[in-house]
């Protein structure tokens, strides 16, 4: 697999996770790296997004709660998850932009 995600499960609201995405080094220096999010019934929405530089960007429902990042030296991807809400809820998938390479998606189920 090029794209490995980690770190999803269930949490309270108000709650954190931290979601990891493992990368092959082709991919990861060569492509904007990206959280997705689908809930059941829904499309797959961007979260955050982040350049090899640093970038980022953020769906507006995340700014503030959500950190995107990225460790270089060992190709990997990570989404800080903070304050998260029931409609947080749904399965994260990590994505190379503009390629075909997607993780195999993780859940993330917030509720009490």
């Known amino acids: 697999a090029q794209l490995v995600e980690s770190g999803g499960g269930l949490v309270q609201p108000g709650g954190s996770l931290r979601l990891s995405c493992a990368a092959s080094?082709?991919?990861?220096?060569?492509?904007?790296m990206g959280w997705y999010r689908q809930a059941p019934g829904d499309q797959r929405d961007l979260v955050a997004q982040?350049?090899?530089?640093?970038?980022?960007n953020y769906a507006d429902s995340v700014k503030g709660r959500f950190t995107i990042s990225r460790d270089n030296t060992n190709n990997t991807v990570y989404l800080q998850m903070n304050s998260l809400k029931p409609e947080d809820t749904a399965v994260y998938y990590c994505?190379?932009?503009?390629?075909?390479?997607w993780g195999q998606g993780t859940q993330v189920t917030v509720s009490s």
């Open positions: 080094g082709s991919i990861f220096s060569t492509h904007v």
């Open positions: 994505h190379a932009l503009h390629s075909v390479h």
């Open positions: 982040i350049t090899s530089g640093g970038s980022t």
